[in-house]
């Protein structure tokens, strides 16, 4: 019997085990959901020339793959069965299938069903584009898997950073005998400055759209009605394999010497600072998650320093491939690693810091991963979860980018343009704002999911709803929230922005300060005796009644202003 291996769209890498023995290859592009909300036209745009480009690839590669367009996978599934029953597989027999387990919660089930449906069968084995499988979660968080209740408390938490060491243990990255290289698990401490004026990030690296790319534009803005920036201007994302892997050179190259350092910075007119931007890449799997963390580790190896020990303020002006930074060119370690053998005028080796690979690396094999078993366990309740029972509707600035407000107007507007806004604006700003506002979890996970380029369900609900929103403890013991002294300290928003960060009361006070503090009185019941809250509440209770009055009436106002889209 002929083998078919069906490939979701977020599954777009040929060098996958599961194509091993497959005879043939099948993708849907299932495009209803489309229709359903407005997404971003990059979003739409990203994931369809993904998927085009990826069926041109395994053809050329010698693939057999069959391409369905239709508007649903039943649709699409009935095509396929109806060819298949036209005798074009030449035996006549109801295919079956083989698929990786879908990243969606419900989905490998639902897909089985719709395949059954149709006389076929599907096999759903392990995702390979995750690098810890279900099992390895059980084994390491052992016991029974967590339960959110309708209070929205998860009667077991986890904590990233014990699941993080366990995983650095188990596949041996940044070890030294059984030890974390350089001493300490976590170098987050070296990891919270904001640059100086005169820094500059490394350029963005562009990947020009071509034909099959602007083919696949102009139908999704026609067929679609679409939300944010609708040209093709900015759209310079990856969507090939080796696209993919040339952003990963780029970044190794340019991004990660000041990755760790300004990682939670934020600045006025620079999206993307030295982050990676390879969350699209990696969540359509165009890459496997093995490869940064790998390529991070290897340049580290190659050339890497004591955590601080380079100075990217020393050094800025990363613009356009070859790099100011070459001024470390002839001191430091070696060449030629991954970091080094992207493009021309490239090979000089810039040191890389401990805390910059580790934060790096952090984030994919702690947080990636740790946020994908999250969801697995807790959905399907981490979807509704609303703790806090937070109601509003989101205040229109999110959807059209109107406000005074500097942070949140350079956030908002970073998602219209580019479908991209950085891991500190997407928690200090965007979600920090919608949970002291007391918005709805499950609209600001809808908004995210529609609006980012990298967005997925499994991936914004956990780190939406249960990072950003607090809807649950499930996975933090308290929620992010703070007052604009964060904003100010990580930032150069406050100092062009109308409203005053220093005050928390009155006309012209800074939104965030009053709705922080509101946001501490309403929710004190859940919140006073969780986790670390304690200092936050010594501060509550310092404030008199006439400083809450004032407090109170300020957010009233705020809530008021940024509900009519006048904040
Ligand atoms: P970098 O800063 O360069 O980080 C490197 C990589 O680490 C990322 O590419 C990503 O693969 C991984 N990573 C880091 N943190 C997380 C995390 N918390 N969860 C999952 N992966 C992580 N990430 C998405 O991929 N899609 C989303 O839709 C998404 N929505 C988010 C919503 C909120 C409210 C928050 C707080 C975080 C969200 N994240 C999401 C996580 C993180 O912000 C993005 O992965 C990151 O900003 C992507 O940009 P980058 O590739 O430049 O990341």
């Not at 392990?126 to 059980?138: I, K, Y």
């Not at 940044?174 to 030890?179: C, E, F, T």
């Not at 340049?299 to 790099?323: F, K, L, M, Q």
């Not at 501060?539 to 009233?556: F, M, Q, S």
Request: proline fraction near 6%; charge should be negative.
């Amino acid at each position: 019997d002929r083998t078919t291996c069906w490939l979701l769209g977020d599954q777009l890498n040929p060098d996958l085990d599961v194509l091993d023995d497959a005879d043939e290859v099948l993708l849907i592009e299932a495009h209803g959901f489309a229709d359903r909300k407005p997404y971003h036209a990059h979003k739409l745009t990203l994931v369809f020339s993904a998927m085009r480009h990826f069926r041109d690839r395994l053809r050329e590669r010698g693939h057999d793959v069959t391409y369905v367009r239709a508007p649903s996978f039943g649709d699409g599934l009935d095509e396929f069965f109806a060819e298949r029953s036209a005798g074009t597989d030449g035996d006549g027999d109801a295919p079956d299938l083989r698929l990786m387990r879908p990243a969606s919660h419900g989905a490998g089930d639902r897909l089985r069903e719709l395949v059954a449906e149709r006389g076929g069968s599907l096999e759903l084995v392990d995702n390979e584009l995750f690098w810890t499988t279900p099992a390895d979660w059980r084994s390491w968080a052992g016991g029974e898997e967590t339960d959110i209740g309708p209070d929205g408390a998860a009667d077991r938490g986890y904590r990233q950073e014990n699941w993080y060491r366990h995983v650095r243990r188990e596949t041996g990255v940044l070890m030294d005998d059984g030890d974390p290289v350089g001493g300490e698990w976590n170098y987050d401490d070296a990891n919270q400055e904001t640059p100086p004026d005169d820094w500059e990030p490394p350029a963005r690296p562009t990947f020009e759209p071509d034909e099959l790319t602007r083919e696949t534009h102009a139908w999704v803005r026609e067929r679609f009605d679409t939300w944010g920036n609708d040209s093709l201007d900015g759209f310079a994302w990856p969507v090939t394999r080796e696209e993919a892997q040339r952003a990963l050179d780029r970044f190794v190259r340019e991004g990660l010497p000041a990755f760790g350092r300004y990682q939670d910075a934020m600045v006025g007119g620079e999206p993307f600072l030295s982050h990676s931007l390879l969350s699209p890449a990696i969540n359509l799997g165009l890459l496997d998650p093995r490869e940064p963390v790998r390529a991070v580790e290897r340049a580290y190896e190659e050339r890497g320093v004591e955590p601080g020990a380079y100075d990217p303020e020393e050094h800025g002006d990363a613009d356009a491939g070859a790099t100011s930074l070459d001024e470390f060119g002839d001191g430091a370690t070696g060449s030629g690693g991954p970091g080094n053998g992207g493009e021309a005028g490239s090979d000089d080796p810039v040191p890389v810091p401990l805390n910059a690979a580790e934060g790096f690396i952090r984030q994919v094999i702690g947080w990636r991963e740790f946020v994908r078993h999250v969801y697995r366990e807790a959905m399907p309740e981490l979807a509704d979860a609303n703790r806090l029972e937070q109601r509003r509707e989101l205040p229109p600035a999110y959807w059209d980018g109107e406000t005074d407000m500097e942070c949140l107007s350079e956030a908002v507007g970073h998602v219209r343009e580019f479908g991209y806004a950085h891991h500190i604006e997407r928690l200090m700003v965007l979600s920090n704002f919608a949970l002291i506002y007391g918005a709805n979890p499950a609209d600001l996970n809808e908004w995210f999911h529609l609006g980012f380029v990298d967005a997925y369900h499994w991936v914004t609900t956990p780190n939406v709803v249960a990072m950003g929103s607090f809807g649950t403890d499930v996975l933090s013991s308290k929620p992010y929230a703070s007052s604009g002294s964060y904003v100010n300290r990580m930032s150069d928003h406050c100092a062009d922005c109308p409203y005053a960060v220093s005050r928390t009361t009155g006309e012209g006070a800074c939104p965030f300060n009053a709705l922080y503090w509101d946001f501490l009185k309403e929710n004190e019941e859940t919140l006073r005796g969780t986790g670390r809250m304690g200092l936050m509440y010594s501060h509550v209770d310092g404030k008199d009644d006439a400083e809450w009055a004032e407090i109170r009436e300020r957010a009233a106002r705020v809530r008021e202003l940024a509900a009519a889209g006048e904040l």
